[in-house]
């Protein structure tokens, strides 16, 4: 199995409130949030594949000492995620795979339920944030109908976490249909966007977290709840 995780952008939005570091490299508890992420990937057997932009060097001094790959998007200030995926095409491969936000912090509980779940693919999702979460989808029986940041608040059913689950009878589709949007230079979007693009051809699922904890960095806000539950867990 492999995991892709995607560290290029800037992080604009949590900018002002930070240092001017990757919002991936924030402390939490003895250590960088990301190295929370590939630890956990690494001991459960996942190979690990991390794309960086944004001051890159930052990131690979961080990570220096893990046996991962990593790849470089030099574009990342004129393209969005999609872009910094296209970038590690090759590590998408018929094995089993998950890509995630490098600013995502998840646990190891989150992990296995991924593991758990019997479907092609999904995104992950929570129920419980409808209301002052970033990003939206509307599902039906947990297939994703609408999807974005301007969904009003009765058609929301769900926040999105920032992971996704891709099998291994899905992932030469995935690919394919990533090298097409970005030849017909749909670079501005973000890779979630490979997926959303199939919604109206195939069930594309979005399955709830069911309490879990997670967060991604996109406000102070969120990197606080992050340290708060480090610290008192």
């Known amino acids: 199995m492999r995991a ?3 560290a290029a952008g800037r992080g604009t939005r949590i900018s002002k409130s930070i240092p001017s570091i990757p919002k991936c490299t924030l402390p939490v508890g003895d250590k960088p949030l990301v190295v929370h992420t590939i630890e956990m990937l690494l001991k459960n057997h996942i190979d690990v594949t991390i794309v960086v932009g944004y001051k890159h060097n930052y990131i690979i001094n961080i990570l220096e000492d893990y046996p991962i790959e990593i790849v470089y998007n030099p574009f990342f200030d004129v393209t969005n995620s999609i872009g910094s ?3 590690a095409k090759n590590s998408i491969t018929e094995d089993e795979m998950v890509i995630c936000n490098a600013d995502v ?3 190891q509980e989150i992990l296995e339920f991924v593991l758990e779940r019997q479907k092609e693919v999904f995104l ?6 409808i209301m002052d979460g970033d990003y939206f989808f509307y599902t039906e029986k947990d297939i994703i109908k609408k999807y974005g940041k301007e969904l009003k608040v009765e058609e929301r059913t769900c926040e999105y976490v920032g992971i996704a689950y891709i099998s291994k009878s899905f992932s030469n589709i995935f690919k ?4 097409v949007m970005v030849e017909q230079q749909q670079h501005g979007v973000w890779w979630e966007n490979v997926l959303y693009s199939m919604t109206s051809e195939r069930d594309i699922f979005a399955v709830d977290v069911e309490g879990r904890f997670w967060a991604e960095v996109d406000f102070i806000e969120d990197y606080q709840r992050i340290v708060d539950y480090v610290k008192s867990h």
């Open 105 to 107: 912090f998840w646990s």
């Open 124 to 129: 992950l999702a929570d129920k419980t944030r």
């Open 4 to 6: 892709i995780l995607l």
């Open 176 to 179: 394919e249909r990533l090298e």
């Open 85 to 87: 995926l296209w970038m």
